[in-house]
């Protein structure tokens, strides 16, 4: 049974760069969402896309955007990348309106120097 | 709004029992526990879902109560394998829907 995967597993970009992060969820699951993990913290909601439409969106600002593709796997795209935006950039995928809880995938380390 | 997890950091030896708590101001749809270890992504440990129940996994079980939308997750027997930070996430809506996390209770279990 796969489980959530995640692209690249480090990244290093520079300031105002871009960049694409990408997921494929946990076998069976159609749901996916993305969290941003900065040292010491907790993670924190970015988004979570089913359908290929985003469902519900966290406190994080336009330059964060995603897509689904019709096989459930997802990328998330930062523009303009700052400083701040260096953490761990974490996917979860779930079954929508289901009772079980989000599986994370390793997560991708993002670097911005 | 961000659950408050406490306490903060707490340091065993092995065999010794923990309790780590977990509360909301909000109403709560269910709490999921995860364990992260440095440098790995967090490791799903179990969902309790409203109703007041309890939850076992070996040595590791929670419970929830809806009344204070506080949850507690206890360690018994603790081992070496269960140091990490532990996190809970809550839910307002379904189980499926966006998690909000606590900033966590750093565990470290010594021989």
Redesign the interface.
Known sequence: DAGVTQSPTHLIKTRGQQVTLRCSPKSGHDTVSWYQQALGQGPQFIFQYYEEEERQRGNFPDRFSGHQFPNYSSELNVNALLLGDSALYLCASNLWGGQETQYFGPGTRLLVL | Q?PVQSPQAVILREGEDAVINCSSSKALYSV?W?RQKHG?????LM?L?KGGEQKGHEKISASFNEKKQQSSLYLTASQLSYSGTY?C?TAKE???????????TQLTVNP
């Open positions: 961000q999921h995860y790995e992504a967090p490791v799903f969902i879902l996190f996430g379904t189980s499926g829907s966006r998690l909000t996390f606590g900033e966590g």
